[in-house]
Structure formats: C-alpha cells, structure tokens
C-alpha cells in the first residue's frame, strides 16, 4: 500500500493501542496522517510526531467533519472498548460506540471517503456453540460492547448501500503487543500479567483459566487494515475475521508469562474464542504471522 502523492488519512482512536501502531504504519508509507482522539484512553505521546494529532470527541459531529474532509481513507478504531467496562457503563460506551461510528460514517460519507474500515471485535459473536467462529455465524453478543460494535457493522453495511461509502468491517480478536494497556478498565491480560510479574505479583487468574483466546499480534492487525482499505474484493460492509486461527488457554499465557499464579472469581464473558480467518486471506491477501509465544517473548525482552 503506497500513498498517493501524500494523501490524506484519518485514524479515528489514533492515540490508543491498536490505533497509535497503525498511524506509525502510515507514516511510514508516506500518508498525511491525522489522527483523532479525546485522550480519555488514549496518550498523546503514543501519537508520531510526524502525524497530526486532533484532541477531538467522534461524538461531535460537528468537531469531525473538518478533520475528516479531504481525506482518502478514514479508520475507525475509536471506541470505549472492553465487555466489563461496557456492563457497568451501557449508555455512555453506547454514545461513543454506537452514536461515535455514525457520525464518523456521516463526516466520512460527506467527504466522499475513498474506503471506512472499521475496527470491530470478536465480541459480536458472544455466545456461539461451534468453533471456529465464522462470519456467517448468527451474532449472539452477551455484553453492551458487542451489541455496540455488531450495530457498527451494520451502520457500515447500511452507508455502503444507501449512501455509497465503501466500507469495509474487521472483527479483531484479542490483539496484543508493544503498547498494550495494563491497567485500569481497558487493561488486556497479556499486558496485566507482564506488570504483575515485574513487581513480583502472582498473576491473578479469572475462573478455572481454561477459557482460550485466540490473541493476535497488534503488526498482524495493522496489516490487516493496509490490506482492507486497498483490496479491490472489498468495500460493501463485509465482515471480516482478523485472528490468528489459533487459541490457548489464559492458563497457558501464565505458564509463557512465569511465576505463581492466583485464581479470582469468574466473569461473564465467552468460555472459548478461535477465529475461521479463511475469509481474510481470500478477500485480502492477509494471514498471520506472529505466533504468541514469539509475542510474549519478544514483549518480556522489552
């Protein structure tokens, strides 16, 4: 993906995990990056230097829409992100995440956005009884926060087909990397157990540990994005699995991580995660490259 003589992009959530990695990506390709970002997640010196950072709400509209104008392609990843942080807080995750992507939609249809790709999450498909998971699974979300981001798949098929904006949804399933959150409501097992373990902490373990995720690299997911806003086999609101295809146990990341290990009360959330990414690879070119115990590793050498 090689930008147009500099043209411009917006990364909604530019500032966060997910979204500070992909703005690193595009400057790198010699996009005019602006990112987008109210900084309540997000830090601002995660934002490149050589990229625009507008500390900005998506759920002002009116805010938005002179950012976003001019730009060829728009990324969505700005979101109240987390199925536990949603559960105790339904109206306010709902206005960013739900309220949020519309607007992003509305500014992104009104600039005449070459390509939306869309961040959304595993979390859609809540309670499912087969794996792996495929997109032409009925969606069972079990938490405000999947319900929110399965209505922002169907907003992006909705703009494509009425107001002709190629879109085009990512359904991400538990990323990790460098720059993951540790602490507070967005914190990501991964990057807790890492922190407990430097300060000689027992990893604190939810349930029996035996659920299994299927974590996948932040690099193999900023690709994905690359790859989503320039496949020509895209852009009516497909939905897309981006994950590694492989699942382990929350026991195992603390066997990968070291140390001892204590077990709290269990959550609700789903037992088992493992994503089909066949779709990825035939309608973007894409498929994983960072196995998880080469990401632990390379996480405990930092």
């Known amino acids: 993906?090689?930008?147009?003589?500099?043209?411009?992009?917006?990364?909604?959530?530019?500032?966060?995990?997910?979204?500070?990695?992909?703005?690193?990506?595009?400057?790198?390709?010699?996009?005019?990056?602006?990112?987008?970002?109210?900084?309540?997640?997000?830090?601002?010196?995660?934002?490149?230097?050589?990229?625009?950072?507008?500390?900005?709400?998506?759920?002002?509209?009116?805010a938005i829409r002179s950012i976003i104008a001019g730009a060829r392609y728009v990324f969505h990843l700005a979101a109240l992100p987390r199925v536990q942080f949603s559960i105790k807080h339904p109206r306010e995750t709902n206005e960013a995440n739900v309220g949020g992507t519309l607007n992003v939609l509305i500014a992104s249809a009104e600039a005449k956005v070459k390509r939306f790709v869309y961040g959304s999450s595993s979390s859609a498909y809540g309670g499912q009884t087969t794996l792996p998971l495929r997109e032409g699974m009925t969606p069972h979300p079990k938490s405000p926060y999947g319900l929110q981001k399965l209505i922002g798949e169907e907003y992006c098929?909705?703009?494509?087909?009425?107001?002709?904006?190629?879109?085009?949804?990512?359904?991400?399933?538990?990323?990790?990397?460098?720059?993951?959150?540790?602490?507070?409501?967005?914190?990501?097992?991964?990057?807790?157990?890492?922190?407990?373990?430097q300060e000689g902490k027992p990893l604190t373990i939810t349930g029996d540990g035996k659920q299994t995720r299927d974590f996948t690299h932040v690099r193999d997911v900023v690709r994905a994005n690359l790859l989503a806003a320039k496949s020509p086999k895209v852009g009516k609101g497909e939905v897309i699995n981006i994950g590694a295809g492989r699942n382990v146990s929350v026991n195992r990341i603390a066997e990968l991580i070291g140390g001892p290990t204590e077990y709290i009360s269990e959550r609700l959330e789903p037992k088992d995660t493992l994503a089909d990414n066949t779709l990825a690879k035939k309608l973007l070119g894409w498929e994983p490259t960072v196995a998880i115990e080469e990401g632990i590793a390379e996480l405990m050498r930092a």
């Open 157 to 197: 098929r909705v703009w494509s087909a009425v107001y002709d904006l190629p879109t085009v949804s990512l359904r991400y399933f538990n990323v990790y990397g460098p720059g993951q959150p540790s602490e507070g409501a967005y914190a990501l097992v991964i990057a807790k157990f890492l922190k407990q373990r």
């Open 1 to 62: 993906m090689k930008a147009a003589s500099k043209s411009k992009v917006v990364v909604t959530g530019g500032a966060g995990f997910i979204g500070s990695h992909l703005v690193d990506a595009l400057v790198l390709k010699g996009f005019e990056v602006h990112a987008i970002d109210n900084l309540v997640a997000g830090k601002r010196e995660n934002v490149n230097s050589k990229a625009v950072l507008h500390t900005a709400d998506i759920r002002d509209l009116e």
